[in-house]
Every structure is written in structure tokens, then in C-alpha cells.
């Protein structure tokens, strides 16, 4: 089953669409980027300067083969102007192909929402399906929000000497915390997985 785009609704009832990115969406992500607030942006993509994305990191975005890549968003169709409210990928590790970096960027007025936790269940499913066993990501010390969000959706945790590093194990649902943020998790993947598995 190859799954493109989702109807759905977030945890305040607003109706969303959530669908994968192509490469005709350059223009969209590189907006989406230019929406980001310099902090945000920092903690995504660890540069402060400039507004623009560059066409190296939009071509990586969006050009790569699936299943070893996936990016998807999640946007409100009933939003005047710029639609979009978050994005998401992975890619499979090389190096570990049981294992795959994932990364998640919510639009600063769109976080809290559950967009990061449905974009996450989504990514979860489809990686799972193709093989894959565990999501890693790597965040900044000193962002804290995503360091618990991480860890209240059952993430583990370490320190590599300059990042830290979380692991989901995509098997493991008995190991989803009882947090606000795992339970979504939970209903979450529970929902997508018989559409997506």
C-alpha cells in the first residue's frame, strides 16, 4: 500500500491534511523555512543567518528514493495563506539499515498542537514497514522543549559529547510512557496503523 496523503484532525478538532512532499513542493518548503522564526530555525537546522534554504538542502529534502527517504506535512486547507504548519523526514541509516534519522519542524504558532507527535506516528509506521527498527533523532543541549518531547514519547536518551541523542524502538509499544504526549503517540499509531501497515 503506498499512503500519500491523510485526512485527519488534530487534538482541538482542527481538520488537517497530512500527505508526503515532492519535488514540486520546493517552493513550499523553502516558504515554510522562511516562516520559521531564527530560533526555530537554529534549533532545526543549527544556522541562525538568512531566511533562504538552499537549493543542496532542498534537493536532499525532496529527492530521495523511498523507502530510504520520506518527508511529509501536515497543513490546514481551511488557513488563508501559507498552509503549512510542520514537516517531517527520515532517512535510513547506511550504516545501520535497521535504523533511521528522523527530524521534525513545527511552525512556532502551530507548536503544542500534536503536529510534531502525529508527523512522528505517521514516520513511525511507514519506517516500521519498510524494515526499519528504531528513529533517532539529534537535538541541541540547551532545547529543552525537544528533549521532552522526545522523552515523553518514549524516546531514550544520550549524550554523544556534543549532542544529545534519543531512540525510538519501533517494536516496542509497551515502552510509550503514560504522558500526555506517549497516550497521544499511542492513539496515534493505533489510528494510522491500519492504513499505513
Known sequence: MDVRRLELELRD????????????????VAEGYRQLSPEARYQRFWVRDGDVIGDAMLDRLLTGDPPEH???TVFDPAREGFKAMGAASFWRSAKDPAEAEFSVTVLDGDQRRGVATLLLAIL????????MVR??????????????WMRD??????WDGYNA?????????DSLPAT?????????????SGVIL
Open 70 to 72: 520520506a518527508v511529509w
Open 124 to 131: 513511525w509506521l511507514i519506517a516500521y514497514r519498510h524494515g
Open 180 to 192: 500526555p504526549a506517549g497516550a497521544e503517540l499511542a492513539g496515534r499509531l493505533a489510528e494510522l
Open 153 to 158: 514519547t518514549g524516546a531514550t536518551g544520550e
Open 13 to 28: 478538532g482542527t481538520a488537517v491534511v497530512a500527505r508526503a512532499l515532492t519535488p514540486a513542493d520546493r517552493e513550499l
Open 135 to 148: 528513529l533517532v533523532g539529534y537535538t541541541m543541549p540547551e532545547n529543552t522543549r525537544a528533549l521532552r
Open 165 to 173: 541523542v534519543y531512540r525510538w524502538d519501533l517494536a516496542d509499544l
